[in-house]
């Protein structure tokens, strides 16, 4: 589950019209969404609030051996209060959890100098910090909108355990819809990078030349409403004179497509010889699937994972209209169906537009090693929660590697 802070800040991107999705760091989000998710370890807490339009705070208390927490602030100069309900009872947990999503419309900012969307924001800023306690752990964030294009981030850690007392990373990032770039600085190694992101596809054409001669004939059903997206990056380390590069390339259906959605991704390290490949799928319209295979062509080893996610619709009828089969009521067992109709399956509206159309949702995972995640994140009145644990099947006198609970109150 986000924490409220991350989920703010989106809302922020939101406010400003900036798009995250688009960025060669976001190529594999969605099968990462169903695949690395992380479960809880020992019992956290966290009490957030948005105590004015501009300004949230969160505060945070966990015990994993040791007692440890977090208190954190942050302040953006557009008001956040009009595109999110802050209240945990009314949040929309698709929109608060990690999980598949359609991708976002793509920002054209390509017209003539001076056009902008209603959403852009030029002189828009965020600013976020964060004290780990009792570590004395401090963790700073600044973004800075220069024009509708044009966006700075600034992030630092300090710490007396890291090296050189902190470290420092510095983005650019530019975005013209089509395209964007994005240029890197971090403190730690000198690392300097480089990364970008080209888009083909159905948003990214004319609406009247869209659709292809050949898809004239065809059904709406069958015709494929999608997004081509290939980029790479390439980074070097001024201190220790080693560098890296890496291409790839995802296929993903907007949600103007009706048929089945889904996001297939490939990614390739030509210096370390890494393959990747994964594919997402909504496979019902409460379910979706992903899986991921890795080959190292100078190794010739491999991975391998699938994983799995199931939202559970609440019961939206009176107890009174259910019909009782087995002591359970017809309808909670049908919350769980995978063999719904393809006609329904659901989009980012859908999902979002009505916050109590999900009572909660059921991750699970399994790799090579035979390591299965399992995570069930949800809401019980006005408590957000994450239970989950980690298990290896082959050490079964203490399968059970990770075990934990979160809380989060948001007001």
């Not at 999900?358 to 994140?377: F, M, P, S």
Request: hydrophobic share 35%.
């Amino acid at each position: 589950m986000r924490e409220f802070m991350d989920y703010v800040h989106a809302a922020f991107y939101q406010a400003t019209g900036w798009n995250r999705d688009n960025s060669y760091a976001a190529l594999n989000q969605t099968p990462d969404a169903l695949l690395d998710f992380q479960t809880p370890r020992g019992l956290r807490l966290s009490l957030s609030s948005l105590a004015s339009p501009n300004f949230a705070t969160s505060y945070q208390v966990g015990s994993v051996g040791i007692v440890d927490g977090s208190i954190s602030y942050l302040y953006s100069t557009e008001p956040l209060n009009v595109l999110l309900m802050p209240t945990s009872e009314h949040v929309s947990l698709p929109q608060l959890l990690r999980s598949y999503r359609p991708l976002a419309p793509l920002p054209m900012r390509e017209g003539p100098p001076g056009t902008q969307t209603p959403f852009d924001k030029p002189d828009s800023s965020l600013l976020y910090g964060r004290l780990y306690l009792p570590q004395s752990l401090l963790e700073a964030l600044v973004v800075k909108r220069i024009s509708p294009a044009l966006q700075l981030q600034m992030s630092a850690v300090s710490g007396s355990h890291l090296r050189n007392g902190g470290t420092a990373v510095g983005l650019a990032q530019y975005d013209v819809g089509r395209y964007a770039l994005e240029g890197l600085y971090s403190s730690d190694g000198g690392l300097l990078g480089l990364r970008g992101i080209w888009n083909s596809g159905g948003d990214t054409t004319d609406p009247a030349t869209a659709v292809k001669e050949s898809d004239r004939g065809k059904p709406e059903r069958e015709r494929i409403y999608g997004r081509f997206s290939t980029g790479g990056e390439i980074y070097y380390g001024t201190l220790n004179k080693s560098g890296g590069v890496s291409l790839g390339t995802r296929f993903a259906t907007l949600p103007e497509h009706k048929g089945t959605p889904l996001s297939a991704t490939l990614t390739l390290n030509p210096l370390m010889g890494n393959i990747a490949a994964s594919y997402a799928i909504v496979a019902g319209k409460h379910c979706s699937l992903a899986t991921r295979m890795e080959f190292n062509v100078f190794s010739y080893e491999s991975a391998w994972a699938v994983g799995m996610e199931l939202w559970r619709k609440p019961l939206m009828r009176p107890v009174e209209e259910t019909k009782w089969i087995g002591g359970r009521s017809f309808e909670a067992k049908l919350a769980w169906r995978l063999d719904e109709p393809r006609d329904a399956l659901p989009t980012e509206e859908s999902r979002s537009g009505n916050e109590e159309e999900y009572a909660g949702v059921l991750k699970t995972r399994l790799d090579q090693n035979l390591r299965i995640g399992v995570l069930w994140e949800g809401r019980v009145k006005s408590l957000l929660f994450s239970l989950g644990s980690g298990i290896d099947l082959r050490k079964l006198d203490k399968p059970f590697r990770t075990l934990g609970l979160e809380i989060q109150f948001s007001s």
